[in-house]
């Protein structure tokens, strides 16, 4: 028996594939969990349907995300903070501070989006990436300067 499948299932493929299963194992688990829909014409169609409404809707996202990633790349960050001695911080610049710096110029981003090794922890220039989208980065200037 052909079913559709609405959800991932491990042993049998992706949502959206035509899988051959028993009759029973569609009958009494796949379509009581709504794991599957019957591979009828009707269903089928609707589910290229779906699939070409989603892609148009990723398409969208993508392209938004594409477009916040050309803002980030602008934006330029100057600190001032305390040295110690030799170029070494008081203390240090981590993702919470950056991602608070963003928010005030208007971007909307999670703190695990600042993908900071470790704090920085010394005066210069430094190239921050933020993680935006799953494959979309932006690369943030944060320029770390002495406090006078």
Same mark, same amino acid.
């Given at each position: ?28 688990? *796949? ?16 589910? !290229?349907?779906?699939?070409?409404? +989603? ?15 050309? @803002? *980030? ?5 100057? *600190?001032?903070? @305390?040295?110690?001695? !030799?170029?070494? +911080? ?13 928010? !005030? @110029?208007?971007? %909307? ?23 935006? %989208? ?5 690369? $943030?200037?944060? $320029?770390? !300067?002495?406090?006078?």
């Amino acid at each position: 028996m052909k079913v559709i499948l609405t959800e991932n299932i491990l042993s049998l493929g992706q949502i959206g594939q035509v899988v051959n299963v028993a009759p029973g194992y569609a009958r009494n688990y *796949l379509y009581p969990k709504g794991l599957a829909l019957e591979a009828t014409g009707r269903n089928v169609r609707e589910l !290229e349907h779906q699939k070409r409404m +989603l892609a148009k809707k990723r398409e969208q996202v993508r392209q938004e995300m594409l477009s916040l990633a050309e @803002k *980030l790349n602008q934006v330029k960050i100057v *600190l001032q903070r @305390k040295v110690v001695e !030799e170029d070494k +911080l008081y203390g240090s610049v981590s993702a919470v501070d950056l991602i608070s710096i963003l928010e !005030e @110029k208007g971007f %909307d981003l999670s703190r695990k989006s600042v993908q900071l090794d470790q704090p920085i922890k010394q005066l210069g220039e430094f190239s921050v990436p933020v993680r935006i %989208d799953a494959d979309v980065t932006a690369h $943030v200037s944060v $320029v770390v !300067e002495k406090e006078e």
